[in-house]
Structure formats: C-alpha cells, structure tokens
C-alpha cells in the first residue's frame, strides 16, 4: 500500500502531460469558418493545401491555426466623396463580401485577419469617390443611384478579386446632400413637374378642341350634302312613305292625301 502513491504519480504526471498535449492539439472549427494552418518548424503559412474545414482536428502542439469566418458578411462603411461639381456629399454604403475559400492561406499570409481594414474598406472608399466624381448632386439625388451603385460595385470588384477577396454585392443606403443643394434640386423638381402639368392641361385642351372642330366639320359636311341631295321628287317619295306608315298606325288621324305644299299629304291631327 505505501508505494501505490510512488507508482500513481508518474501516471498521473503523465496523464496530465497527455490532456496537456491533445488539448493543446485539437482544435475545432465552427460551422461557416475555415482554419489557417502554420507550421513552425514547416514552412510557416500552409498554402498549397485546403483550409481545415468544419469540425474537430489533431494539429502539432506547436503549430498554430488561425480561424476565419468563410460565409458572407456584410461591412457598412459613412464616406464623404465629392460630386463632379465639387459638393460635398454623404455616402452610406454597405458591402457584402467572403473571402475566397480555396485562397484562405494566400489571404492569411498577405493580407492577414486585418483583410477588411487593409483592403476592401480603402477599395470602396476609392471607387465611391471615382464613381460619385463623375455626377452632378441632380443626378446624385433623383435618378442615378442604381447606376451609382452597380459602377461602385464594379470597380471595388475590380481592385479586390485579386487580393483573395469575394465581393458579393454592394448596397448604397443612402445619399447626403448639403440642405441647401437639396432644397433648390427640390424647387427645381417642383417646377418641373408644373410645367409638365401644364404642358398636359395645354396640350389636352388643344387636342379636346381640335375634336370638336372635327366633329363639327364632319356634321356641317353631312349636312351640305345631304342638302344638295335632297330634290323636291325625293321629298315627295319621303312624304308618301310616311303617309302609308300613318295610315298603318292605330291612333285615330285624318289624312287629306295631296292637301299639303308640293302636293305632300296633310295630316290633321288625332285623338
């Protein structure tokens, strides 16, 4: 019994150095990251393999393994940018971005975990100040924010596709403009809408009239036509048929056939 404990404590010694090592050596990767292995004693950064995937790893207790979140995230980013005229002008843009997965141990080794400070935010900065440069604080406010943002998403895709980084899209929220650019576009806007307004009325009232005179061009027309063609023989047969329709009817009537002027038939009255 008196030497259990001499025979117990290199065990235990040993037992600790073990979870020592394996914790030291495990290493889990959470669900949307991926790992950066670096070999001390191999090379430093691993880069010509995939990144440790999802889940539990064994690595050298003296290696090291970088985490890096590999889904999509988003970066919001306030830039005061000058307009082609030279105002100034707020811009709150966001980005939607991750880096490339196959390229993690690239991005690691010469970008860093600072990837976002160091490259894609300046990227942004620099493409919102070229893209917003090229337009007037009128174009700015009313109808090319879309343009805007497709030609900042463009040229930021074009600065970081090849710094290991995927950008996925980029939003702008919204556009500041100094009050006073802002409140003369906005009586500018208003004046232009009245005179469209009024340009509407005029160019209804213009095409209402030119109807009418239509309408009665055409009933003048008939009328002189029909004028022309109506000769006394044809009165004559237009009044014998309504004689025979009368004579037709059930309501009492005296009808003195020949009585009338040119001969037409007479009707006197009824009941």
Do not use: C
Not at 67 to 96: C, H, T
Not at 128 to 149: C, F, H, M, N
Not at 178 to 191: F, G, V
Request: hydrophobic share 40%; charged share 25%.
């Amino acid at each position: 019994m008196d030497r259990l404990p001499k025979i117990a404590l290199p065990a235990i010694a040993v037992i600790i150095f073990l979870i020592i090592i394996i914790s030291k050596s495990a290493v889990t990767i959470g669900s949307g990251e991926a790992g950066v292995l670096y070999k001390v004693f191999g090379g430093g950064v691993v880069t010509d393999e995939p990144p440790l995937g999802e889940g539990f790893h064994l690595v050298a207790p003296w290696n090291k393994v970088y985490v890096y979140e590999v889904r999509q995230q988003e970066v919001f980013e306030k830039m005061k940018v000058l307009s082609s005229n030279g105002l100034d002008i707020q811009l709150d843009a966001s980005a939607w971005f991750q880096p490339k997965y196959e390229l993690l141990g690239k991005l690691h080794q010469e970008k860093s975990e600072q990837y976002k400070d160091r490259v894609l935010l300046p990227a942004i900065r620099s493409a919102a100040r070229s893209v917003v440069g090229r337009y007037t604080p009128e174009q700015l406010y009313s109808s090319k924010r879309d343009a805007i943002q497709k030609e900042i998403f463009e040229e930021t895709k074009a600065i970081v596709d090849d710094q290991y980084i995927q950008l996925n899209e980029i939003l702008v929220r919204d556009v500041t403009l100094p009050n006073t650019i802002k409140e003369a576009i906005e009586r500018k806007l208003k004046q232009e809408q009245e005179s469209l307004e009024y340009e509407f009325r005029l160019v209804t009232a213009q095409k209402e009239a030119e109807k009418v005179r239509i309408e009665a061009q055409g009933k003048a027309d008939a009328n002189r036509i029909l004028s022309a063609s109506l000769t006394d023989k044809i009165l004559q047969d237009k009044g014998i048929e309504a004689t025979l329709m009368l004579a037709q009817s059930p309501n009492a009537k005296i009808v003195v056939v020949g009585s009338g002027d040119d001969g037409l038939p007479l009707i006197l009255g009824n009941n």
